[in-house]
């Protein structure tokens, strides 16, 4: 009987250890790095691409919706307010809201804060119409930083991914008006709608500004 005390003192040792060893492990911190890197900020719009299946209007005959489907997106209801801008891009100028259609094909830019509702809904930044073609179409962009470099003015955009190069060649405009804007009312901050052309491999990417127009500031 007494050899057989010292391996059942053995055995409940090892289950005390394999118990700790495993309470050790529930209990041990995890490392930062095991939440991988630190979230990238939200995009100041995201682009949609589709078809306007329904305009809702106020009583006023202002329009407040558009409830859209897309191929790629899926469907989609955009809010429109006075912030919105309405741009022809083929035209290079602002478009009038009349004349948007149902079964019309636009781009909006749009907040990338959505509800996860079936269908999300969003609001919209920007509808773009008249798209002759997706190169050189108008680009919704906000401002972060404008600096001087080599006689040009550079636009640093999208979180800091594209630059983009205001000239002597660009043209500048204000939206809905006849006013010739100039660099100097370049600001951070600005919203703008930009027509350019492709964009280099660099990082971050450039681009070559053809036209752009300065939107109104938000309230």
């Known amino acids: 009987m007494k050899k057989k005390i010292p391996v059942f003192v053995l055995i409940v040792a ?20 095991s939440f991988g890197t630190e979230p990238q900020p939200l995009p100041a719009s995201v682009l949609y691409y589709g078809t306007i299946e329904e305009i809702k209007q106020e009583e006023n005959g202002t329009i407040s919706r558009l409830r859209m489907t ?8 955009l809010n429109v307010s006075e912030q919105t801008a309405w741009i022809d891009s083929g035209n290079l100028s602002a478009a009038d809201p009349a004349d948007v259609k149902e079964g019309d094909r636009v781009y909006v830019f749009h907040s990338a804060i959505a509800t996860k509702s079936l269908p999300p809904m969003s609001n919209a930044f920007a509808v773009v119409t008249n798209i002759p073609m997706d190169v ?84």
């Open 14 to 33: 090892l289950i005390c250890t394999i118990a700790l060893s495993a309470m050790a492990v529930e209990t041990a911190p995890v490392s930062d790095a």
């Open 136 to 219: 050189g179409c108008a680009q919704y962009h906000v401002i972060e930083a404008v600096s001087s470099e080599r006689g040009c003015t550079m636009i640093t955009t999208d979180n800091g991914n594209l630059r983009i190069v205001v000239d002597q060649d660009t043209v500048l405009s204000f939206y809905d008006t006849d006013t010739v804007s100039t660099m100097e009312d370049i600001h951070s901050g600005n919203s703008i709608m930009a027509w350019y052309g492709a964009e280099t491999e660099d990082a971050p990417g450039q681009v070559h500004a053809d036209y752009l127009m300065l939107l109104p500031e938000k309230s």
């Open 70 to 77: 897309s191929e790629q997106y899926g469907e989609y209801i």
